[in-house]
């Protein structure tokens, strides 16, 4: 997926092998590059470096924390990114908690590939246009 700005960069952050295997090839079948983390430690590392992806996609448990850790890491990032939750299940109570936490979105699978370009497009075209600012949180439906 390339925006005005340029190629979209997407950071995959979750602790087994398979749990992002569908989304990552969602991801890039629209021409989005893909890394990954393992941890949050692993997260943080790779969002305190200048060239960080605009979204993130995390799992809500890692080996050393939560997703509450890596949108707080995305906060601290010298550029604008959103992160975006991901969960095997639909949970009403960790997506409103999510969204009141500053995670741009939740989602669950299947990730349809036009809403899944839909919420690519909003959160990577919301982190690039805000680069002298944070990037804002917009809820989408």
């Not at 997506?95 to 741009?104: Q, S, T, V």
């Amino acid at each position: 997926m390339t925006q005005k700005y340029g190629k979209v960069r997407a950071l995959l952050v979750q602790a087994d092998d398979d749990s992002f295997g569908e989304l990552k090839f969602a991801l890039e079948n629209q021409g989005v590059e893909t890394y990954r983390a393992r941890s949050c430690m692993e997260a943080r590392r790779i969002l305190a470096k200048t060239n960080v992806p605009q979204v993130v996609f995390t799992d809500a448990n890692l080996p050393d924390g939560t997703w509450a850790e890596v949108v707080a890491a995305a906060g601290k990032s010298q550029s604008p990114l959103n992160v975006i939750l991901v969960s095997r299940v639909l949970d009403v109570s960790l997506y409103i908690r999510a969204l009141e936490g500053g995670a741009f979105d939740f989602i669950v699978p299947p990730f349809l590939g036009s809403d899944l370009t839909h919420i690519v497009h909003c959160a990577a075209g919301g982190a690039l246009s805000h680069s002298g600012s944070r990037a804002r949180r917009v809820t989408v439906a």
